[in-house]
């Protein structure tokens, strides 16, 4: 069971190249989130996913797009890197309806954007 | 909308000592949960604990328990016998009980305390 993974670990990307990061997660979880977090600002969240198929924005969408292929997999595409999209990238699973459920994060992407 | 906020950006504590992390947050939200999460070194997000906010009880779990303040809106953690795998950024993050729309469960954070333990 390896609960919600992410590839790559690491990435460094010039101004204005695009780059997908892949989420997938094990547990049959409906609800999907990609969050990014800067130093002194917290996880903000980015998009969210309630279903196979949708997909809604979050806090800080602008210069992201998502694609919930399948219940398991969401994934999060820069179409055009900028330097203020450096960050640490996390996605996180949970299942429906109970608010005590908890969420569960993945080991985060760093991506560095010059 | 909904805010958290940590204003302990770091603290440090010695070992085998206590340490209390303080959170406080803004909504308008009669029904709630609270969480406390901890990122070590790893960058891992581990849930410590959670309170929902209609249970007066504050949580424990193991060395760690919260101080849960509705009216003031505090939610605080304290850390007993301090160790040091307990060095890490501790997060405080909430979530409305939003069950009229399922599948938006998501947690608002603060900006994280950084924790030291002093051997």
């Known amino acids: 069971n390896a609960g919600v993974t992410q590839t790559p670990k690491f990435q460094v990307l010039k101004t204005g190249q695009s780059m997908t990061l892949q989420c997938a997660q094990d547990?049959?979880?409906?609800?999907m989130y990609w969050y990014r977090q800067d130093p002194g600002m917290g996880l903000r969240l980015i998009y969210y996913s309630a279903s196979e198929g949708t997909t809604d924005k979050g806090e800080v969408p602008n210069g992201y797009n998502v694609s919930r292929l399948n219940k398991r997999e969401f994934s999060l595409r820069l179409e055009s890197a900028a330097p203020s999209q450096t960050s640490v990238y996390f996605c996180a699973s949970s299942e429906w309806g109970l608010a005590e459920t908890e969420q569960y994060f993945g080991p985060g992407t760093r991506l560095t954007v010059t | 909308a909904q805010t958290v906020t940590q204003s302990q950006p770091e603290m440090s504590v010695q070992e085998a000592e206590t340490v209390t992390l303080s959170c406080t947050y803004d909504?308008?939200?009669?029904?709630?949960?609270l969480f406390w999460y901890k990122q070590p070194p790893s960058r891992q997000m581990i849930l410590v604990i959670r309170?929902?906010?209609?249970?007066?009880q504050n949580a424990t779990e193991n060395r760690f328990s919260v101080n849960f303040q509705k009216a003031a809106k505090s939610f605080s953690l304290k850390i007993s016998d301090s160790q040091l795998g307990d060095a890490a950024m501790y997060f405080c993050?909430?979530?409305?009980?939003?069950?009229?729309?399922?599948?938006?469960?998501?947690?608002?954070f603060g900006t994280g305390t950084r924790l030291t333990i002093i051997p």
């Open positions: 547990m049959n979880h409906n609800s």
């Open positions: 909504t308008s939200e009669s029904d709630y949960y």
């Open positions: 993050a909430y979530r409305r009980t939003n069950i009229s729309n399922f599948g938006n469960e998501k947690l608002t």
């Open positions: 309170q929902e906010a209609y249970k007066q």
